[in-house]
Each structure stands twice: as structure tokens, then as C-alpha cells.
């Protein structure tokens, strides 16, 4: 995993850093790769697209003289903040289309520069979008062409400048982290104390952390304490009416819990500046291996004993026969389940020993000997939990690289109760089977599980098919409303870890309670009387 | 611990039962520890209050007959719904003082009652007090004299007859439970099923689960998922403005989270009806082990140890030496550690022994022999950690005979980050003995750690003190005011797990952001347009 990467340049319409994306050769493996999984013939490579081609719109606006100084309207700055990084954002960039970009980026420096901001966007009647590391795959950092005709112009806040480990508190094990900063910043800042908030979305390279708080993303560990709700000790929130700090406690039974009105708030109620996180020591002592199944039924079985055991693994990850062939790491239709413990305190030889007699109980075979190690570093690389982790950090490269040679690919996920698995799986598998076909011809469906609770899975779903250049999105939209629509119907919720944005939303409508809604609504009231924060999120 | 109780009668001033209360000769042993933990003479034994001695205001309205099948004004039933159990409610009941007693005492058979009961309280304006045991210890249930002048009358919406353990899931090990429902019954209908919710606050014997998730109480395991907010999979709530019915999820990223809404919202944001609970299987295996430490200082760095550790132990309380002394644990100014793991699914040998090194290296002396066992009921009964069982369920039932001899005794309780605490328990600890000694003279002041997590421990303080009898609230008013003032100005939270209520909301107020006041103020506007709900409570 590269954990550097200031000076380089991130690419304007592909995921992460151009000087990552694949190369021709990697792109044509790619393509027979994909001809494989879907049929017909090898996707072509299409000709990649140049900056200087990106149709940027004018700004409609230029922001007062108190704010030049955070303020850039440069078309390229402003083409880099129009999308996130999912599916359709890959495409419109990849045609050269910026249509959505901002009108103006702004770059605070502190949290009185956010209150300006916010104050400027108030008064000139201009939508204001805080912008993490532009991950999002769910429309999250674009207004709509009609939430931006509402408007009189688009600000993008990128947050990037309030970055940086400020404070560390080894006694509680705890840091104060400026909201803008990225993964590999946020980590490399920590190790230097032995420390490691240990929360590693497959965006880490690029995401940060006020971007996590705000879509509560889903972490490292595939049970436990993992979602990034569960590190926050104590949060600020700029608000268009004033500032929010929370208290440094490590738990409180006063009232509500004010940190979870902002948590998943998705930049709709303010703005996150920065935040004391949980952090932990860094791990040495690892114990992993793989378990095959010949049945993908017993492998849930084996996952849901061994989530229900308190046994508490920091990998517990089910890959169906058509994910463990995605990821080369089996290739005989089995499924496959990764278990992996990890700890900075003890050699956890007799966690693994259990959580393995579990799997076995299941019909499961270990694959190889297990790793035992205790320079967990070095235990990571090995056998197939090695392969699954570099695959896992190559993925979003994969998806951008298949956008350019015609193949479309893309993941949802969500998560329901541990009863209900069989009969929403097969519905949710169906209807996006059913969808591919219809629009582009036969594909591929897999299914893996990043988070196992005790009371249900979280199951993560990829899907590959031939793209029709130049009119992709027609067909994605088809598929991604027939898969939604089962989710929600079959019990599952709409989001797990990808966050709600414009793309989720008329679901998130149909699974919130509506009473939730309107409180949602008159909080928003409170907090943002204008609106302004990131219009159409959440809440009209 | 007691888990039957539907014929036996509830005190109408005391903890708990009538037949349990401490005898003569029970009082006079307590009369003579009181002395020799306060000094001064043996306490005397006072006359035991009777029901008929009761002064119960006439009630000021009657319910309209449509809710008659549901009402109740018969006197005693009025006073016995007039208080929690604080001890200004025990005192006040003692005294015969039932001043607060509602004008009705309304008992809902299904959602649809309490939603009739919520009109007509917003129709009449009326009052209405949620209510489930009535064991709040901050007055959560009890409308101050300017409130019940404020409204035309109170009604208590007392939930026992929504109880019941009406569903259960075996696969995904959740169950649907009333919120009406006890602890008792809860435990004795989930353990027909091998299952077990294992939530176990002092006031188990009494208290309901409606209860637990309004006020978000603490639960059984002082490590890890403890907190009643951690198992809860989907709610119903009854507000004003219609139901709220929250999905059945293991885990949700889609905005943030609803049912932290209502956790923590003391009834001032709706009833809550029902929930699906997450439960357990029932746990078999058991290693538990006490640990003596002659420097307080150093128990408490071996708790943080091991709550950094990842072990999770199901117990990890520190006892300081006035709560041995109090509990009998060690009577040789020890501090003691308790550890404790428990499991459905494994022998738990290899996680003690890691935490009992941990111990050690920070000068703990194990206290007799580690008790391993694959009966978890046989185990939790002996050693120290037994006797300690034992007195946590009795010490509602002392601090009530306490009153009955003239001694003052109560406890408060909140949580701080490690790094703060040593100065902070000082600060604490100094303003409880101040104030005692300025209003009743020198007492006994202990402390224990009731939860202990990676960033802090939640000490929880007991003192003890002569009472001046027909005035021992304006003593008690001062020290709680002090000890008070000295957690928030010190950086605690003025609750881990009693609740705000009524007598916390000062200090709730000067804890609290105003911003996430005045977000908490517009959603109750919404939700309850008439304010009947609590009112007082969190909000104005």
C-alpha cells in the first residue's frame, strides 16, 4: 500500500494517482480478464482521455475579496472537485464531461475560515459542498443539474488544508486529527508514536478522515469495533449557526449522543474541522488462514458461528466462488473464508485454533497451514489473506482501467439479519442477473462478506458486464434500481459503508422511518436556516 | 438475585419489595457499620412508615372515559407512581410526603392505548410521564412543583402491561421484547430458549427495558459492548405526531443512525413501545480471579492496561479501599481488582492468564486461586467476586434501610479519559468530603470503576454520612451540587448511566453543546408539538 503520495498528481477522471493506472499491457490482460468473466470478445482498449479535452462550464459567480485567499476558480481545480469516484462519475470524466464542476473551490485553513465560507454561501445564495478526498461513489460531493440551477452557484470546500495529527494522548490513547487529513498522512503521522487508528477503506489512499465521520465508513476489522462511530471520542462541527464541540469522554449516558447527529450526516448539518479519535497500538502478533467450502451455504454458516462465538476476528471475510475467481484466490468453485486475528498484546494462536474447529464444525477445510506470527506486518503479506489485500487496495484502479476498455464494473452492499440471508441473497443476485441481461448481456454477480455481525452479514456484491461506449449509463442506472430496489424490499439496508449522497437517496427515503425525517428536517432548520450545506442530501 | 416478584408487593416509599426490606436486626447490624464507617453513636432505629400515613394530593382532573379501562386514581397507586428511587424519593416517602403523586396513572395495553393517551394529554393539556420500573435515581419520572403548575394534570404512563418476550430469532439471536418488561421476566422468558439479553444494571429487579433504552444504561460487561445502545437491532416509538418503527439491522451506514435518536431521550421524544434486542446464547464457560494492589495508583494502571489490551473481560472493576471495605471485599486498605470472562463458546483460561500477568506487572498480587469453570452459574458464586456479586444486588435494599436509620448514604457516577483522571479523582473525591463535612460532618467517600474502556474508566462514587432527620435534603442538595460542579468543571460527564433527568439537567446543560440543544429543542417540536412528553426533560 503506497502511504505517500503528496506530490504526486491524482488523475482528473480515473481513481487515484495517473502515474498508478494500469499501463497498455495491464489494461489488455484486463480485458481478456473480462472476457472471461463475461464472454464475447476481448474488450477494446479505448483511447485514454487528456486534460486539456475536459469540457469545464464557466463559474457563474467569483467569490468576495475576503475569501480569494482559500478561493481558486481554475478549470482544471475546479473539473477535479465536479464528481466523486463512482461508476458514472468514471464515465463522464472518461468522455471529457465536467458539466457539474463548482463554480468556485475553496480551501479554508481553519475553522473561522469554514464559518466565512458558510457565511459568504449564506448571504450570496451558493450551495456549499464540504469535500473530503472526493471518494464518494454514491453522488455524494455533486449537486444535481437542478440543485444547481436552484442555486446561485456551487462552492466546493475542500478541506484538505485542515489536515494533520495535532495532539496525541498516549495515556488514553487518543488523537486529535484535523478532518482533511488523508489515510496514509493520518497513518504515517501516527505510527511515529506506535499508534494507528487502524481504518483502512478500500478509498484510504485518497479518503480523509472527516470524510469517514461523515459517511460513517466501515473499517479494517471485519467484526467488532470497526465502523469509524466507534473511534470518535469527541468531534467539531462548523455549522452555518456556530461551532460544535463535543467533550472528550469514553462514554456518557447523557441525553442523546450529540457525536451521532453528525456521524453520517454527510455534510448536510455542518462541517467536521477535526476530531479526537480512539487510536490503538500497533499490532505485532497475527494468526490468519483460509478455510475452503465446497457449499457457499456452509461457508455462512461457518462465518455466522464464528461471528456469534465472541471470538471477535479482525478478518472474518466470505468470498463466494465467483469473488474468490474475481480475486485469484480460489479457482475451483469454492468459497473461501479468510479469518484473521491481530493484536499488539498477546499471540492470539488460541483465537484462531477456536474460530477454526468452528469453520471445520461447518464442513470447512483449512487451506495450507495457518500464519502465526508476531510481526503482523510480515504475517499480512503471506498466503492468500496477502493476495485478498493486495487485490483489495488494486480494486478501484481495476474499475477505472475497465471503464477504458468498455467493460463495466461495479459494487453495491448492505447488510441484513442472519435469517433473513437466503431468501435476500437469491432475490438481490436474481434481480441484478435479471438487470444485466437485460441491458448488456449475460455478467458476472459475486458476493463477499467485509463485516459479520452477530445478528446478520454484511454482504458486499460486484457485478462485471460488457458496456455500451458512449451511452454506459443508461444500463447502470437500470441495474443499480433493480439491485436497490430488491435490497430494500428483501429487509436489507440501502447503505452499509457507501453512505446515502443523491444516488441512495430515493431508498434511504423508503427505509427511514418518515417521523426520522422530519426530525432530520428540523434540525437542519436549526443548523443551516439557508440550506446551503450540500443541497438534496438527506434532507430537502 | 431474585427473578420472580409478580405477587409480591413493591414498597411504597422503598427499594424494591415490601418482604426483602432489611429486618429489625438486619437495621441494627447496619447501624453499627454505619458508625464505624461515619463515627459517633449507633445510628437510631426509626419508626417504619405506614401506607396509610401516606399524604396523597386529591387528583386536580379525571381521565376522559374513552382511557377509563386503562386509568387509575386509587391513592396509593397515585403516590407509588410519584418518584423514583433517588434518595430525596426515598426520604420524601419515608416522610409520608407523596406531594408529586400524578393525577392518573394510565396502563396502555397496546401501541394504539398509548396513542390515545398521547392525544388526549395534548388535547388537556396534560402532562405525560413515561414510565417503566420507577427506579430512576435523578427524577426522571417526577415533574418538579413548577411543572406539574404549568399543566392542567399529570398522567404516568406506567408500560407494564406492554411486556413480554413476544419473538425470538434463534439464527440471528435477537429477540422482540416489550418495553414494559422486567429484568426477571426478560431473563427467565429468553433463558427457555437458551438465551440470555445479559444486561444486569443494580436496578435489574425492578426496572424495564423501556427503561434501560430511554436512559441508555450500563450494562453487565465492564468492557466492550456494555451498553444497552449496543444491542439494539430496530425500535418502535409512539410519539404525538404518529410511530416511528426503526428496520431490523445489523449494522446500517445510511445517514445517521435513528434509534440513537431516541436512546438517551428520557421520554421527551416519545414512548418507546417495543424493540428487537440483540441477545446471547447463555454462557457456560467462566475464569474469574481477584487481584490486590496496595497502591490505589496502581490498580488503576493495571486496569487501564487491560482494558487496552483487546482481552474484553466481561468484569474488570476496581475497588478502591473504602469500597472493599464497604463490600467486605478486603478489609486491609487493599485496593482489589475483579476480572472476570465469560463465554457461550469457549474456555476462557488463556484470557485471564494474559490479563492476570497484566496485573501483575503493575504490582497486583493475585488473591487466592483463579476459579475456572465450565458452569458459569457455579462460578459467578464463589470467591470474592460472589461476595461482590451478592452486595451490588443488595445495596438498593441497605441505602433504603439506611434512610430508616438516620444515615445519608448515596451514590453518583460519570466516566473521564485516563489521561485526566488521576487529578480529576482527586478534585471529586476532595469536593465529596468537603461537603459532607460542612453539612453533616466527616463520611466515607469510596470509589470503584463500574466500566473501564481504551480511552477512560467510569468511576462511580459511593458516600456515606449522618442524616439530620426531618431535614436531610438541604445537606444532600449541597453535596450533590459540589460533586457535581467538580465532575464537569474536572471534564467527566455528569452521567455514564443514571440519566439526566431532573436533577442533572444543570450540570446536562453546561456539558452539553447548545447547538445540539437547540437541534434536540426542534425535534421535539416536531415530534411533540405540545411539549406533553416529560416535559422538563433534556429540553425546555
Redesign the interface.
Known amino acids: 500500500m503506497a502511504i505517500d503520495g503528496a506530490a504526486r498528481t491524482p488523475s482528473l477522471w480515473a481513481w487515484g494517482f495517473v502515474d498508478r493506472f494500469p499501463d497498455e499491457a495491464a489494461r489488455r490482460r484486463l480485458g481478456n480478464q473480462a472476457r472471461m468473466l463475461t464472454g464475447g470478445a476481448a474488450p477494446a482498449l479505448l483511447a485514454l482521455p487528456r486534460d486539456e479535452d475536459a469540457r469545464v462550464p464557466a463559474p457563474r459567480l467569483a467569490p468576495p475579496p475576503a475569501l480569494a485567499a482559500i478561493a481558486s476558480q481554475d478549470p482544471r481545480d475546479r473539473a477535479a472537485h465536479a464528481y466523486g469516484r463512482a461508476y458514472p462519475d468514471l464515465v463522464r470524466g472518461f468522455h471529457g464531461d465536467f458539466a457539474a464542476a463548482p463554480d468556485v473551490v475553496l480551501r479554508p485553513g481553519s475553522a473561522a475560515d469554514v464559518a466565512a465560507a458558510l457565511d459568504w454561501c449564506a448571504g450570496a445564495r451558493v450551495a456549499c459542498v464540504p469535500y473530503g478526498g472526493g471518494t464518494s461513489v454514491v453522488g455524494g460531493v455533486e449537486p444535481t443539474a437542478a440543485q444547481r440551477e436552484a442555486w446561485a452557484g456551487v462552492a466546493c470546500l475542500d478541506l484538505e488544508r485542515l489536515a494533520g495529527v495535532h495532539e496525541v494522548?498516549p495515556?488514553?490513547?487518543?488523537a486529535r486529527i484535523g478532518a482533511g487529513t488523508r489515510g496514509p498522512a493520518l497513518e504515517t503521522a501516527l505510527a511515529g508514536h506506535g499508534l494507528t487508528l487502524r481504518h483502512y477503506p478500500q478509498s484510504f489512499e485518497r479518503s480523509t478522515l472527516g470524510g469517514w465521520l461523515a459517511?460513517?465508513?466501515?473499517g479494517h476489522f471485519a467484526t467488532g469495533y470497526t465502523?469509524i462511530?466507534d473511534y470518535v471520542?469527541a468531534m467539531t462541527v462548523v455549522?452555518p449557526?456556530?461551532?460544535?464541540?463535543?467533550?472528550?469522554?469514553?462514554?456518557?449516558?447523557?441525553?442523546?449522543?450529540?457525536d451521532?447527529?453528525?456521524?453520517?450526516?454527510?455534510g448536510a448539518?455542518g462541517v467536521i474541522t477535526e476530531a479526537w479519535m480512539?487510536v490503538?497500538?500497533r499490532p505485532r502478533f497475527r494468526a490468519s488462514a483460509s478455510v475452503k467450502f465446497r457449499r457457499f451455504d456452509d461457508g455462512v454458516a461457518a462465518a455466522?458461528a464464528v461471528a456469534?462465538?465472541?471470538?471477535?476476528p479482525s478478518n472474518c471475510r466470505l468470498l463466494d466462488p465467483a469473488e474468490c475467481l474475481l480475486h485469484q484466490v480460489a479457482l475451483d468453485g469454492s468459497s473461501v473464508l479468510l479469518l484473521a486475528f491481530e493484536?499488539?498484546?498477546?499471540p492470539r494462536g488460541?483465537w484462531l485454533e477456536?474460530a477454526l474447529e468452528?469453520a471445520r464444525d461447518h464442513g470447512g477445510a483449512v487451506a495450507g497451514d495457518p500464519v502465526i506470527s508476531d510481526d503482523a506486518a510480515a504475517g499480512a503479506r503471506e498466503g492468500e489473506a496477502g493476495t485478498w489485500r493486495q487485490a483489495f487496495v488494486d480494486a478501484p484502479y481495476l474499475q477505472s482501467a475497465l471503464v477504458s476498455i468498455g467493460v463495466m464494473a461495479d459494487t453495491f452492499e448492505t447488510?441484513?439479519?442472519?435469517?433473513?440471508f437466503p431468501a435476500f441473497h437469491a432475490a438481490v443476485t436474481g434481480a441484478a442477473q435479471d438487470a444485466l441481461r437485460r441491458t448488456v448481456g449475460p455478467g458476472l454477480v459475486s458476493c463477499r462478506f467485509t463485516?459479520v455481525?452477530?445478528?446478520?452479514?454484511?454482504p458486499y456484491y460486484t457485478f462485471v458486464g460488457a458496456a455500451r461506449v458512449g451511452d454506459e449509463l443508461a444500463a447502470w442506472r437500470e441495474i443499480k434500481a433493480a439491485v436497490s430496489d430488491a435490497i430494500v424490499a428483501a429487509?436489507?439496508?440501502?447503505?452499509?459503508?457507501?453512505?446515502?449522497g443523491r444516488t441512495?437517496r430515493p431508498w434511504?427515503d423508503r427505509?427511514?422511518?418518515?417521523?426520522?425525517a422530519?426530525?432530520?428536517?428540523?434540525?437542519k432548520?436549526?443548523?443551516d436556516p439557508a440550506g446551503v450545506l450540500n443541497p438534496g442530501v438527506?434532507i430537502d
Not at 453 to 458: H, K, M, R, T, V
Open positions: 494522548d495515556t488514553s490513547l487518543a459517511t460513517r465508513a466501515g465502523h462511530d471520542e455549522t449557526r456556530g461551532t460544535v464541540a463535543t467533550r472528550r469522554l469514553p462514554a456518557s449516558g447523557a441525553g442523546p449522543a450529540p451521532r447527529l453528525w456521524l453520517g450526516s454527510e448539518l480512539r490503538q497500538r455466522r456469534q462465538s465472541g471470538l471477535w493484536s499488539a498484546d498477546h488460541p477456536r468452528l447488510a441484513c439479519t442472519w435469517e433473513r463485516h455481525y452477530p445478528d446478520g452479514p454484511a429487509g436489507g439496508t440501502i447503505t452499509h459503508h457507501h453512505a446515502v441512495h434511504y427505509e427511514r422511518p418518515q417521523l426520522f422530519s426530525a432530520l428536517t428540523a434540525v432548520r436549526t443548523l438527506l
